[in-house]
């Protein structure tokens, strides 16, 4: 039977960076994959204008079609400052999307990323999706974006995996949805480079005996 996949990410880009291929696979497979976007990712920068904001929500779309996402949702907090808006009023948009979509998976941003829209994000898919009776969500997993992820300090609250998807045949279709957000990537050494993205779903993969994979902490599972 078939499942009904939401993604809650802070920014458009974080879907394709922390489970672009496990996406393409939920698809591939035939489940019904949904995303929202929290944030609009541009604001906190400089002289950004209209037209850059309609760049990436272009860029958003092109990518989450080639994920094979049947819709997304776009709520246009103030980018890199979620933490001023009450968690209240972000729960409850957010809830306004679960009671929409009634997902069983659940994938969301890890609690201990240094980016302050991530963390929030985190705590509102924590809040949103409480256990209560009657819920659709059986499963919440986090994902690992990089340059936000590894950057926090070290040790304080690390990403450690313990679910690992299998994206071998799927690799180019994430590095394909990457690549509509080019206005986002950087070159070689930096952490968000296609050349690391590549090489870390090799290390994840070959961890595992694999050859690409993407990596997740489970946070609940209901069985």
């Not at 400089?46 to 949702?73: C, M, W, Y």
């Not at 709520?75 to 957010?94: A, C």
């Not at 009671?99 to 994938?107: A, D, G, I, N, T």
Request: aromatic fraction near 8%; glycine fraction near 6%; include cysteine.
């Amino acid at each position: 039977m078939s499942s009904v996949i939401l993604v809650v990410a802070a920014h458009a880009d974080d879907e394709a960076l922390g489970c672009g291929g496990t996406l393409a696979k939920h698809a591939a497979q035939g489940d019904s994959v949904y995303v929202v976007f929290l944030a609009d990712g541009v604001t906190s920068r400089s002289e950004v204008t209209p037209v850059e904001q309609k760049l990436r929500n272009a860029a958003a779309v092109h990518a989450l079609d080639i994920l094979g996402v049947k819709q997304s949702f776009m709520l246009g907090f103030p980018d890199n400052r979620m933490d001023s808006i009450p968690l209240l009023e972000i729960v409850q948009k957010l809830e306004s999307v679960l009671e929409q979509v009634k997902p069983h998976v659940v994938y969301t941003h890890h609690h201990g990323d240094l980016n302050i829209d991530h963390r929030i994000a985190h705590q509102a898919v924590m809040t949103a999706c409480r256990p209560v009776p009657g819920t659709s969500v059986k499963e919440i997993y986090t994902f690992e974006v990089l340059s936000s992820t590894e950057w926090n300090t070290p040790g304080l609250t690390p990403f450690i995996p313990n679910v690992y998807v299998d994206i071998s045949e799927y690799l180019d279709i994430k590095i394909q949805a990457i690549s509509a957000y080019a206005m986002e990537m950087r070159d070689a050494p930096h952490s968000r480079s296609m050349v690391n993205i590549q090489q870390q779903a090799g290390y994840r993969g070959y961890s595992m005996g694999l050859y690409s994979a993407e990596a997740f902490s489970l946070i609940r599972m209901i069985l």
